[in-house]
């Protein structure tokens, strides 16, 4: 059992309920875009409980306010992320189109690429204008990440064939994937210290 310290947020402090909801809601919502699926629900689902039990062990034996809230928004924006390639990819899988591997590849690219660098992001965030080096990078990232899912679309054959069939999900969907990748940029910087990103 774990004992209480006097230092540690209140419950009404660590804003468990609202991770617990948010977690849950997007878990639940996504598993019924474009159509239900019980299997990306049982997925949903598994994620989102990590993430909360993760964020309760947090509570339960931290002190540091802010490490503790990085933790839980880490979980947050991975959800978030998760969640929101999912869409695109499954009407490509429900047309029976090959696209949705690259869609696959490209978001866990991503999120490998992200971690690996992530001092790189952490120092971009904490000084994301010190350099006209780092403005240059920020502007293309950005135009690559708006621009991706629209181009790996409309320049396949596959892509435009079901684009036209569900024109109003793809767009939908293409919009939720660039959110995805901005929020798997995001991610690593919440696993940095407090003290370790004042250190950068």
């Given at each position: 059992m774990v004992s209480l310290d006097n230092n540690r947020l209140t419950f009404k402090e660590s804003k468990l309920l609202s991770a617990i909801g948010f977690n849950l809601f997007f878990a639940s919502i996504s598993s019924a875009l474009p159509e239900w699926s019980t299997k990306f629900w049982l997925i949903n689902t598994t994620v989102a409980m990590f993430f909360i039990i993760q964020t309760v062990y947090a509570w339960l034996t931290m002190t540091d306010s802010k490490r503790y809230f990085s933790i839980m928004s880490y979980g947050m924006i991975f959800m978030m992320a998760f969640v929101g390639a999912q869409p695109i990819i499954?009407?490509?899988?429900?047309?029976?189109?090959h696209l949705w591997i690259l869609f696959v590849v490209t978001w866990l690219l991503l999120f490998i690429v992200t971690h690996l660098s992530k001092w790189k992001?952490?120092?971009?965030?904490?000084?994301?204008f010190d350099s006209k080096g780092g403005r240059i990078f920020h502007i293309l990232f950005l135009i690559v990440i708006i621009l991706l899912p629209f181009i790996m679309i409309f320049t396949s054959q596959e892509g435009t064939t079901i684009a036209e069939q569900y024109i109003e999900f793809m767009a939908m969907g293409a919009v939720a994937y660039i959110i995805s990748l901005f929020c798997l940029f995001m991610l690593p910087a919440f696993l940095i210290k407090p003290e370790e990103m004042d250190s950068l």
């Open positions: 499954r009407l490509l899988w429900i047309g029976e189109s992001i952490g120092k971009m965030f904490k000084d994301p």
